[in-house]
């Protein structure tokens, strides 16, 4: 089995988002930059993303990468 959490902002904002990380769960999403939806924006601004990704490898926790966007690949 593996154990996998969200990280996703769409309830909570900011270092929230990640604090469940130090529970070590196999992996966590990754989403990679904004997106724009009809109702709201899914906002993740690039220290957010960062600071997601080095808390996933401080406690090696493989990332489930979110691209919406060609350009959160690049």
């Known amino acids: 089995m ?3 959490l969200s990280t996703s902002g769409r309830s909570v904002a900011g270092d929230e988002c990640g604090g469940m ?3 070590k769960p196999d992996m966590a999403s990754l989403s990679e930059g904004s997106s724009n939806f009809p109702n709201r924006v899914y906002e993740n601004p690039p ?3 960062e600071w997601l990704a080095d808390e996933k490898l401080k406690y090696a926790i493989k990332p489930e990468i979110e691209a919406f966007d060609l ?3 690049r």
């Open 71 to 73: 350009l959160h690949i």
């Open 47 to 49: 220290q957010l993303v």
């Open 2 to 4: 593996i154990i996998q």
């Open 21 to 23: 990380l130090p529970l």
